[in-house]
């Protein structure tokens, strides 16, 4: 395999992640020289840079690096996402940071290259990428998590995160391995002759080749499934959200659900539509389960936080069983896979939204957690709160928010399927449930009265929260009311894919 | 058909709201200014409405349609008939007169105005839907503004019941979402558009049904109930008490005036015309459950010594009319559902303002904290009189043509509903006037009640529009009910005759199932076979 300037042009929005990534780390180095507050900008600047790169790239459809990686409308819009993610999450990161004395190159340096863990995961076309792409990402974002090592939270947080993400990609490549054998041991091999390379054997269309009843087979894909599962906090494998979400930084919290859903939902869709067409058939079942039994844990499990990160750490597994209602249904109706993409895409710009108003809210002592701390928020900072009650709206799917036209799209393709009926009516109940507590946090931005004492920090010097915080609610409220071209970007990265 | 008035009363509040909320938060006056003028631009942007009107056209008018998500079938579609003409005006006249009813708020006057005129584009915008995602999207961003004026803006319990409010709502309503999706799959038509979603339910040669019996059943329920809860309809009416008692005056006034109409104008919009045949099924219980509520409602009322409770319940009373009106398929019964529904927001409206007047003044609703105030307040009791007048359905007034309309229907069709039902007005006419007698007549019981000011020219201001329309429909009912009157014809012709189609193919499909299965005799556990 040679390396081609054509690959590297391919490859070049994650290269151009990495590079920030190391410019930021390096940078601070210096920084008796260059001012830290320049940090942001440098990654900002980077962040852009691999969008448009990944814009030039839409339209393509090709391979790189002998098939490990295809740039397509898929990895295009999902790593758009990841961008999307990574750029508010700086934004609201830049005053965060400094008043929590972590303003260092590395964390805006692990950022970078978690994104471009996740871009890459989105373009990944055979298993290795896969796991390269996953481990990337997940190695940066249990640092990130635990960066603040003075806070025992944090550390916890940390500490967990990396132990059960260990596991779970032990699974994943022990389910990878299997996966390998199943190729190498059944007629999968057939085509290695033309082109024989180690990656096509991983490659994601061998697998298709594999018959469907070949036990290695179901036994590779249960494992790669665990494996994903763990990444994307779906029951069983949910255990570790909460914690994580509650100890990293605010900014972090919403940056990793952002980035590590939209990374792994892509490669999940990716592999769902060419390795194994025969998902819906053989797992249907099984993932519905589990898809319902994500939606109904999540929000009930939410209803009885009283610390809003962990409440919206459950939210986001009720969102993860949202989404893979849409995986499940994907298999048997045409337009489920880009409701899907078009979820993610409106379930970064809301959470990276709710996070970032923690990370407004963040003073020198700490962050707001408990949701009576946030009482009164209304009377003191109306816009603040103005916006996160746009985030919460959304969040529950009340229109016309870009959450409502995302939970519409996912149900619609489940109502449209007699068997997938009870899947929806399952979400919408949870949906319910879910109302009551985003409108907990609702109730105390508005109609209590502020605690003794209570002071929330003022917003000028917060220019970059305040910026990001405005383009997520712009956001949020276009994709509600008029979701058309997204909505048609996201079907053309799915018919890219097929 | 040239100007766009439909979509402009959508703007132009959204648009007040923006400016209002961008003002800086010390200009609590300008922001107040500002969404009066919003609110009375809007009015007059609707008065065309009125005066264009072609009143002997049954159909859609001002109808505009443009493309909205092609791709999922969704269109910005929106009209309005009859039905619905009356409402949308009555929701841009009664906003002006909220926001000045508001005038005297404080806290938050930014936020507050916003949230009304966000509102007020909600509900224009569900009463001129005319595809069944959009009205659901306004239907639900109606929620959040509402949530926001009872919790923040109302009494000692407000919490609680904006809470109660919002989860009845929301859980009444996305049945409904889970039944609209399923409507554009089983009926085949692939759309969210009524007109069209309607003719493919209702197939009018031999074609088959497009839904079971039972599918039609659900459906019917699920948008029942999100309607039922919004009327309310017995026994779901129990947030409706305590939102009235703790928002403030003109939520109240919006809530009783235009935001009960929804549930009846979606039953009537929605519900019926879709399942017609499942309907009529139900409209024997739909009839049970609206007689209950007028006469529970109305013997409520006799143990209320909360104000605005006892207009609460009385809420509930006359609704009940407005449902009972509807499920008798009569154009008589029809016309003056639809009249009692514009009556209601008018009496109501006026009444919630009235005890606002007093509230301002002496910061109770305790009927027992009044008494002899028309020897203090001798203009307010007049106007109190009058509306409560118009409340109870005297002849010469508004209530009387809508109440009288809807039990003269409902007699020529179904004879005991109707009895039963008219023992409402009776009831009604007990607890309105002992209302007005505790209130103004006798001593003047309490001290503080001997120096209250009478009505003030900003009172006046919202009282006498309101006065002189119960006058008007009163005195004039055909100038209102010719604009209603074909579309209501039109409407239930249709109806009727969708019905007898429906039960005809109904009784043809299962005399053709008995005649396949001669040799098993047809029971109830072996349909399966």
Redesign the interface.
């Known amino acids: 395999m040679t390396l081609g300037a054509h690959d590297l042009q391919l490859f070049s929005p994650v290269l151009i992640l990495l590079g920030t990534a190391a410019v930021a780390v390096t940078a601070d180095l210096y920084s008796g020289k260059i001012e830290r507050g320049a940090l942001p900008f440098i990654s900002l600047g980077g962040t852009v840079a691999a969008a448009i790169s990944l814009l030039s790239l839409w339209g393509r459809n090709e391979e790189a690096f002998g098939g490990a990686l295809r740039i397509d409308g898929l990895a295009v819009v999902m790593g758009l996402a990841a961008c999307a993610a990574t750029a508010l999450s700086v934004l609201m990161s830049a005053s965060y940071v400094r008043s929590s004395g972590i303003d260092f190159g590395e964390y805006y340096g692990l950022m970078l290259t978690a994104a471009a863990g996740a871009v890459m995961l989105a373009q990944a076309n055979d298993l290795m990428s896969v796991f390269l792409g996953i481990e990337i990402m997940s190695i940066a974002v249990y640092c990130l998590t635990g960066i603040t090592r003075d806070r025992e939270k944090s550390t916890e947080a940390a500490m967990k995160y990396f132990i059960m993400g260990a596991f779970s990609t032990g699974f994943l490549l022990f389910g990878i391995a299997l996966l390998y054998g199943a190729v190498v041991t059944t007629g999968g091999t057939e085509g290695i002759l033309q082109s024989p390379s180690q990656s096509s054997l991983l490659r994601l269309d061998a697998l298709a080749r594999v018959p469907a009843n070949t036990p290695l087979l179901a036994a590779g894909l249960a494992l790669f499934l665990v494996g994903a599962a763990f990444k994307v906090g779906a029951v069983p494998f949910h255990a570790w959200t909460p914690d994580a979400y509650e100890g990293a930084p605010a900014p972090v919290t919403g940056f990793m659900a952002g980035v590590v859903k939209a990374g792994v939902f892509a490669a999940l869709l990716r592999s769902a539509t060419v390795a194994f067409p025969h998902l819906g058939l053989e797992w249907g079942g099984a993932l519905a389960f589990l898809a319902a039994a994500t939606m109904v844990v999540g929000n009930v499990c939410a209803l009885a936080q009283t610390n809003l990160k962990r409440l919206l750490a459950y939210s986001s597994i009720g969102h993860t069983g949202v989404i893979l209602v849409g995986i499940v249904v994907a298999s048997e109706t045409e337009h489920a896979a880009a409701a899907v993409l078009f979820y993610v895409i409106a379930y970064v710009v809301m959470t990276a939204g709710s996070f970032g108003l923690i990370s407004l809210l963040a003073r020198e002592g700490g962050e707001l957690e408990d949701i009576s701390q946030f009482s009164g928020l ?2 003191r900072r ?1 816009a603040a709160a ?1 916006a996160m ?1 746009l985030f919460m ?1 959304s969040l529950a799917g ?3 928010t870009a959450g ?1 036209m995302g939970k ?2 996912i ?2 393709e489940a ?2 399927n007699r068997e997938f ?1 009870w899947l ?2 399952t979400g ?2 949870a ?2 449930v879910s ?2 507590y985003y ?1 907990k946090i ?2 105390a931005m ?3 009265d502020p605690a003794k004492g209570e002071e929330f920090p003022k917003g000028e010097d917060r220019w970059g929260a305040v910026l990001g915080l405005g383009l997520a609610s712009i956001a949020t409220i276009a994709l509600g009311i ?3 071209k997204v ?2 970007w996201c ?1 053309a990265a799915i018919q890219s894919v097929r | 058909m040239s100007a766009p008035i439909l979509s402009a009363l959508l703007v132009i509040p959204v648009a007040g709201a923006a400016l209002v ?1 961008l003002l800086p ?1 010390e200009n609590a006056r300008e922001a107040k200014l500002a969404a009066l003028l919003t609110a009375l631009l809007t009015f007059l942007v609707s008065i065309p409405l009125w005066t264009q009107f072609r009143p002997g056209n049954a159909a859609m008018q001002f109808v505009e349609t443009r493309a ?5 079938g969704l269109t910005y579609k929106v009209g309005v008939d009859g039905i619905s003409v009356l409402l949308v005006i009555l929701t841009t006249l009664l906003m002006p007169i909220c926001v000045l009813a508001s005038w005297s708020i404080t ?2 006057v ?2 507050y105005m916003a949230a009304f005129l966000i509102l007020e584009s909600a509900m224009i915008g569900s009463f001129v839907a005319q595809d069944l ?1 959009l009205f ?3 239907w ?2 109606m ?2 503004p509402m ?2 004026i009872i ?2 803006w109302g009494g000692r319990r ?2 609680y019941a ?2 109660k409010f ?2 009845f709502t ?2 009444g309503s ?2 409904m ?2 039944a609209i ?2 409507l ?2 089983k009926s085949g038509a692939q759309t969210f558009d009524l007109e069209t979603l309607r003719a493919a339910l209702n197939p009018a040669g031999n074609e088959p049904l497009p839904l079971t019996v039972s599918a039609a059943r659900w459906c019917f329920f699920a948008f029942a109930l999100a309607f039922a809860v919004k009327v309310p309809i017995w026994p779901l009416h129990t947030w409706l008490p305590d939102a009235h008692v703790e928002a403030p005056t003109a939520g109240s006034v919006i809530l009783a005036g235009v935001l009960l109409k929804m549930g009846t104008y979606g039953l009537l919009r929605f519900a019926i015309p879709l399942f017609p045949g499942t309907a009529a099924e139900f409209a024997p219980i739909m009839i049970v459950l609206a007689v209950i509520g007028v006469i529970y409602g109305s013997l409520m009322c006799l143990a209320q010594e909360d104000m605005k409770k006892l207009i609460a319940y009385s809420s509930v009373a006359h609704l009940g009319f407005c449902v009972l009106g509807m499920f008798v398929w009569n154009d008589k019964a029809l016309s003056g559902s639809i009249l009692q529904m514009v009556n209601h927001g008018i009496s109501t409206g006026a009444l919630f303002l009235c005890v606002g007047v007093l509230y301002e003044r002496r910061h109770t609703r305790l009927l027992e904290d009044f008494g002899g105030i028309a020897k203090v307040m001798p203009w307010y009791a007049a106007v109190l009189i009058i509306v409560t007048l118009s409340s109870i359905g005297l002849p010469g007034t508004n209530g009387f043509i809508g109440e009288f309309l809807i039990l003269l229907g409902t007699f020529q069709v179904k004879k005991l509903p109707a009895i039963f039902a008219s023992t409402g007005v009776v009831l009604g006419a007990a607890y309105m006037l002992w209302m007005a007698q505790r209130v103004l007549f006798g001593r003047v019981t309490h001290e503080e009640n001997e120096h209250l000011g009478d009505l003030r020219g900003r009172e006046w201001a919202t009282l006498l529009p309101l006065l002189v329309l119960i006058f008007a429909i009163g005195v004039a009912p055909n100038v209102f009910l010719n604009r209603v009157a074909p579309t209501v014809e039109n409407y239930n012709r249709q109806i009727r005759a969708a019905i007898r189609h429906e039960n005809e193919r109904r009784e043809a499909e299962n005399r053709h199932r008995a005649l396949m299965t001669p040799l098993e005799a047809p029971g109830p556990g072996d349909s399966r076979k």
């Open positions: 209304a009377s109306p103005a009650t709206a009340i229109p016309p409502f519409f799209l149900f619609r109502i449209q009926l929806a009516i919408i109940a949906s319910v109302a009551y409108l609702v109730v508005y109609m209590r008029c979701p058309a909505l048609e079907n | 909320a938060r909205w998500v092609p791709a999922l806290d938050r930014k936020e995602l659901y999207v306004f639900e961003a929620l959040i949530l926001l919790g923040v407000r919490v904006a809470l919002f989860l929301i859980v996305l049945p979402f889970v999706i399923y554009y799959f």
